[in-house]
């Protein structure tokens, strides 16, 4: 099993930055893409930016510019770098991680998710 820790939410101010964290740890064989989803009340959980195991990068358009994603795979750990942070940012956030067992079986994996608030 792998299992995910998130840390880095808290409260800002709106223009504020944040950076997420969320390490991998267990019995880890291959991660391939890793990336941070939201949730914000009432609404549905949603893609805010995913790394694929090549590299590339993909970000919804509402953060594109503000938010950057990075991974250190030797750490199994990815990063979500979040400035100019608005109060529509307010959300739990969930980091997801797709990984491969030796048997060859696919499995996504989501943290406990870190509370961000972005409040005057």
């Known amino acids: 099993q792998v299992q995910l820790v998130e840390s880095g939410g808290g409260l800002v101010q709106p223009g504020g930055s944040l950076r997420l964290s969320c390490a991998a740890s267990?019995?880890?064989?291959?991660?391939?893409?890793m990336g941070w989803y939201r949730q914000a009340p009432g609404k549905q959980r949603e893609l805010v930016a995913r790394s694929s195991s090549s590299g590339s990068t993909n970000y919804a358009d509402s953060v594109k510019g503000r938010f950057t994603i990075s991974r250190d795979n030797a750490k199994n750990t990815v990063y979500l770098q979040m400035n100019s942070l608005k109060p529509e940012d307010t959300a739990v956030y969930y980091c997801n991680v797709d990984h491969i067992a030796t048997t060859g079986v696919w499995s996504p994996n989501w943290g406990q998710g870190t509370q961000v608030t972005v409040s005057s």
């Open positions: 267990g019995s880890i064989f291959r991660i391939t893409a």
